[in-house]
Nanobody, 125 residues
Framework: VQLVESGGGLVQPGGSLRLSCAAS????????MGWIRQAPGKEREGVAA??????TIYADSVLGRFTISKDNVNTLSLQMNSLKPEETAMYYC?????????????????????WGQGTQVTVSS
């Protein structure tokens, strides 16, 4: 399993970014995928996840502003709108070969066994 994130960068508060995760080495549709972020000195936080059955789940803090999706057969995306300075963090793409019955578990980084290297998102004026 290989996951490679891209699309991070510097954006002003209220701006938008679209993160992408190129996946290879596994059957994408059979895996649950998620975006997890971690800011310096803070615990990692699940942002959004997509089950292998197509169900999605979002952290309350991003609901209505972020959208997780599969762009094609091997790319996971995270559209982030109305970004806030406190959302500055390293954003990681993660994968696991099963979808838990309770989808909320996919907002916990411990559920995943494959990770990308991360892409930095900085929200600042």
């Amino acid at each position: 399993v290989q996951l490679v994130e891209s699309g991070g960068g510097l954006v002003q508060p209220g701006g938008s970014l679209r993160l992408s995760c190129a996946a290879s080495g596994f059957t994408f549709d059979n895996y649950a995928m998620g975006w997890i972020r971690q800011a310096p000195g803070k615990e990692r936080e699940g942002v959004a996840a997509l089950g292998s059955d197509g169900r999605t789940i979002y952290a309350d803090s991003v609901l209505g502003r972020f959208t997780i999706s599969k762009d094609n057969v091997n790319t996971l995306s995270l559209q982030m709108n109305s970004l806030k300075p406190e959302e500055t963090a390293m954003y990681y793409c993660a994968a696991v070969s099963r979808t838990p019955t309770t989808l909320e578990r996919l907002l916990n980084g411990d559920e995943y066994n494959s990770w990308g290297q991360g892409t930095q998102v900085t929200v600042s004026s």
